[in-house]
């Protein structure tokens, strides 16, 4: 307790004083006292916001605002319709869920990795040694960059079907 009432040297002002209002009026002129928090009201404003939101969107589209509340975007209806034409909808969603639990597992192992004290800039100077091999290699000379633009190419047309 003692600890917590030590004195400044300077402002004269003690811990208990800052936290205690009593204490800070008992000490003199000198005491500082924090301001009381300000008192919060409780939000009543939310249903009036959605029904100005939707007025907006009605206005913007000059639609009503059950029409411009049911009809949804593009990607949604894309993403419906191919999602009927599955034959296999286990599957789908399993390798979805599988591909999620994937990226979250890596992510935590480069962010782990990422706090390993010497390993980042081994990696960083790794990855500057690769790119200046690769353009040493494939895109200094003439002859090795158009060998490069047509495996590109070979690799895109075997792809895709065709290069356009």
Known sequence: MAATAATSATSGLTSRALLDPKAAASRGPHSVRLPAPPQTMPRK??????????????????????????????????????????????????????????????????????????????????????TGWFIYCNLVFKPDREALLEKVKSTYSSIIGSSS
């Open 45 to 130: 404003t939310a249903p009036f916001s959605r029904m100005v939101s939707r007025s907006v969107i009605a206005m913007a589209t000059g639609e009503t605002p059950a029409e411009a509340s049911t009809e949804l975007p593009e990607i949604f209806t894309t993403v419906k319709e191919v999602w009927d034409k599955l034959d296999d909808k286990y599957a789908v969603a399993t390798l979805a869920f599988a591909g999620i639990i994937a990226l979250w597992s890596a992510t935590g192992m480069i962010l782990a990795i990422d706090r390993l004290p010497i390993i980042p800039g081994v990696l960083e100077l790794v990855g500057i040694g690769y």
